[in-house]
């Protein structure tokens, strides 16, 4: 019942090798006719991820303490270790959570601040982390600043910059996105060196980069990495992770535990009470999905279905790309664009009616439009894309 998680794939397998990704695409459920590409938002899980599941229910409510029993063993034994071996790090430092926002308000919450203190931002922060840090700003005094960051982005020295000037004397934090809402990719591993340059915590957003590309947390040494496994991962629905550094502990309080007591590892950050065990366990075939395939070649081909999609979007003189063109600035697999004339926000809808899965860009200073490709997406669903948005765009 609980699939045993079989080791990364090392084998290069070329993204334009047609016959295997098309085998692949054959585990995917989504109904005849519809073209998703709105992977940003929400990932497609595999069907055996989804059978995986809906048989877990099936077996709490058969033999529920049996099956109890059985899901704790498997999330212990298999699903966290498996998921820090593949992030780079120690068991004990990967939390399960419902998804980066929950992980994000224990960032946000867990971070001991005195009133005063400073946290650094950018302008790109997802609402989900702008809320907490605005309730905690407004309930203890910390400053939370938000460092002006251009769309598109000019290069991964001029974020540095900008950061590394507005650090003061009483900045305690840097908090950024590994890839952002709007698909700029950060320098995080320089961001985190500049954060241990000046004494700070570095806490990081990872929602838009965990299965979309090799994340390797003790490489890139942040201290904090907040993520939803139901994006780029293509985990369940619900669910996340929460990266606690083992040395960060001195700075970092769990919202559920005392210093001294309950569990050592980062279960701590972890609310108590009953949640879908189920849903979670899967998580192991999700990954046994994904190792199968190997990251390495996942991110190829997103980057290979992006890339053609970014030269088609280039062939049409009233959309201006905003996605970098360049791999280190640049989601693997999100591209995002504007159109002359037309906010991108009143295509979603009849691009919607016609089976396209798409979705709109209104931040950073735009109204464009965001499609997201995934490895089980193709060529021909990103022409029928560019084609609908073609017509679209001759008819207005
Ligand atoms: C950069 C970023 N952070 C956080 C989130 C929130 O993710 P979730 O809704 O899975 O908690 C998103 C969702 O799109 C996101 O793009």
Known sequence: MLTPICAPNTRHIAPDD???WSQ????FMLEPGQVYLNNAALGLPPKPVTEAVGRGFARLAENPTGAKRAFYRYIEESVRPGLAAFLGVQPEEIALTRNATESLYDVVNGLRLASGDRVLTTTQEHPSAVRPWTVRAARTGIRVEPVFIPSPVVSETDIETRIRGAIDDRTRVLFFCHITRGGYLYPVANLSALGREYGLVTAVDGAQAVGAMSVNLADLGCDLYANSLHKWFLGP???????VRKNVRAAFSSLFYEEDEGEPGAARYETLGTYDLPVRAALG???DFLNRIGIANIEMRLRMLSGYLRERLRGISRVRLLSPISHTLSSPGATLFEIDGIPGSSLVGPFFDAGLHVDDHTRDGHDGMR???HYYNTLEEIDRC???LETLI???
């Open 386 to 388: 560019v084609d609908m």
């Open 24 to 27: 692949v695409r054959a585990h």
């Open 18 to 20: 047609t016959s295997y």
């Open 371 to 373: 499609i997201s490709t």
């Open 285 to 287: 075939t999700a990954l």
């Open 237 to 243: 629905s619900g669910t996340g992770f929460l990266y």
């Open 394 to 396: 001759r008819s207005r």
